[in-house]
Structure formats: C-alpha cells, structure tokens
C-alpha cells in the first residue's frame, strides 16, 4: 500500500514539474515572440520623413542609410512652415501604422509633446532632427548643438567687429523652435560682456521669403543705426543680402548667418558676409535612419542625443564650396499646402 502511495506521489510530483516547466517555457516563448515583434526589421517596414520644409538633403541621407534595406520611405513636405499640420502629418502617420517616423521638433508645445509620446505608445520609434524636444519620447536627436552654434556665431561677431560698434538684428525662423531659441540665447551669451555690440531686435520672419523682405525693409528705413544682422536661420540668408543690394545703403553691414545657401557662400566669398553656418543635412538624416535600423535590430543606439558638425565658414573656406544647394531630384516629395 505505501508503494502504491508512493508511485502516486511520484507521478504527480513528476506531472507538476512538467506543466511548471510547460507553462514557463510559454511564457518565455511568448515575451521573446513579443520583444523580436518590437525590434526586429520586417519583410516591409514603412517609414515616414516629415519635414518642415524641403530638406533634400536630409531626404537623401535617410534613403542612402536605408538603401540596402527593405523598408518603403515616404517624404513629406511642407510649402512653408506650420507646426499644427505638421503634428497632423505625425498623427496620420500614426494611424496609418507606420514603422518609423522622422522628422523636426519645430514646436516645444505641450500638443507637439502629446503626438511624439502618442507615435511612442503604438510602438512606432520616432527620431528629432535639426531640433530637439528633450522632454518627449523621441527615441533620440540627431542634429546640431545649436546653443554651442549661436555661441560660435558670437564669436564671429566679436571677430568681425574689432573696435566697431555693432547694432545688431538678428532674423530667426520663429521663438518658439527650440533651435531658434538656443542660437539667440548662445550668441545673446558670449555678447553679454561686449561692450561695443548689442542686439537692437528680433524679427520672426517664419522661414517666409516675402515676410522677411518686408520686415528687413520696414526696419532698415526706420532705424538707421542697424549695421549688422545674425541671420539665425536659412532663408533669410538669401533674402536679407538682396534686400541690401536693393537698397543700397549708404553704411556697411557685418553678416553672420547660418543654412546650407549658394547665394550666403558666394556673399562670404566676396566678402558681403563675414560667416556662414554650414549645417549637415545629410548627415542627420543618414545618422537618424541609421538609429531607426538599430532600433528595430534591438541594438544599442549610439546616445540620447547625437550632435553633428556644423563648419563655420569664412572667406578663406568658401572657395572650396560649391553646389550645395543641389536638389536631389530623384527624391519624391508630398507636398502640404
């Protein structure tokens, strides 16, 4: 009788310890199917490039990092900047179930914030370049440190004046990009102790070439004490050097200015402008793709943040400079009106 007993225990001891083991197996199996369905690289991923405005070379570098891979790229534009449609494209891109998003943090506003971490909860990792949201869930920025460049763009200041007084006026996209705020708040630091130059005003031009024209005009023929500008974003790069040879000012002017211009290269060559900010358009969306890739492959990526270079060019640079404002034509834009 107790041998029978015994081979009874026995049998169930045994029956326990392999539904344990059953059971655990399952369960490893099932969070090892779920962690390879978040990271792995499928058949066919589709990402998603949202740009402010037209960035071919952001464009290129993301198909370049992505062209021995299986993955459907769609660009999306817009004809000028606006932060709600561009938060309506991130959100479309939601819905349809994207794999990947990147794009710009051009607004640090709580409903910017709120479509970042949404892209997040559905599992769908999204990369910040050219501006950061530190605060959101973007998986990483890839991009320029834009306080250390408004500091340089300083310092270019200091340089070009020497014992000149400077009355500067500095044009920005808008006050509320993160990289607009940062490259006033760095140039505005290292001026803080110079004595002979100071920031008169800030013209929100909205990367808009008509409105920057106007504003440039309306300033410059009611305040003729303006000398210089620190032309913190692209467009105006451009713009305000027309608007100079059109009017034809009797005082010289000192130009420090920042986007990837022909025209802002040509003006430091001849000398119209002191400095240029050369940005690496490509190289931020190459590096952002290449985060995604690791993303999916459950790799490491390389930080939080990943700065890239940004060349301050003066005369004795721009000579070696040319064609980069090419536009890649094979890249297939849709376009936000």
Known sequence: ?????????????????????????????KNG???????????????????????????????????????????????????????????????????????????????FVQVIDEAWEKDIPLVLIDTDIPKSRRICYVGT????????????????????????AVVVSNLVSSNQKERVRGFEDILTNIDNISVETILEGQSNDILIRTMVTDLLKKDDQINAFYLAEGHASSVVGEVLEELDLDR??????????????????????????????????????ECLLLYYEGEKLPGDIIYTEVQDIRKEQAGEMSGVTKKEEEIVWQTYY
């Not at 007993?5 to 539904?19: D, E, M, N, P």
């Not at 460049?149 to 310092?155: P, S």
């Open 145 to 168: 440190d834009n306080y250390s460049a408004g500091m340089q763009a300083g310092n270019d200041m200091i340089d070009a004046a020497g014992e000149k007084e400077l009355r500067v």
């Open 33 to 111: 199917s779920e962690e390879k369905k978040r990271h792995s690289v499928k058949e066919e991923k589709k990402i998603t490039f949202i740009s402010p405005l037209r960035w071919d070379l952001c464009a290129k570098g993301i198909e370049d990092a992505m062209k021995s891979s299986d993955i459907d790229i769609k660009h999306i534009m817009f004809s000028k900047l606006d932060g709600s449609k561009q938060i309506d494209a991130i959100r479309s891109a939601i819905y349809a179930g994207v794999d990947g998003i990147i794009t710009a943090g051009m607004e640090e506003d709580d409903e």
């Open 252 to 289: 010289e002017f000192t130009i420090v200015s920042f986007g990837i211009s022909d025209y802002a290269i040509e003006k430091v060559r001849d000398g119209s402008y002191f400095s240029n900010f050369y940005q690496q358009f490509y190289e931020m969306g190459y590096q952002a793709a």
């Open 1 to 29: 009788m107790e041998r029978r007993k015994r081979q009874i225990y026995w049998a169930v001891g045994t029956f326990l310890i392999v539904l344990l083991y059953s059971i655990t197996a399952v369960v490893f199996l």
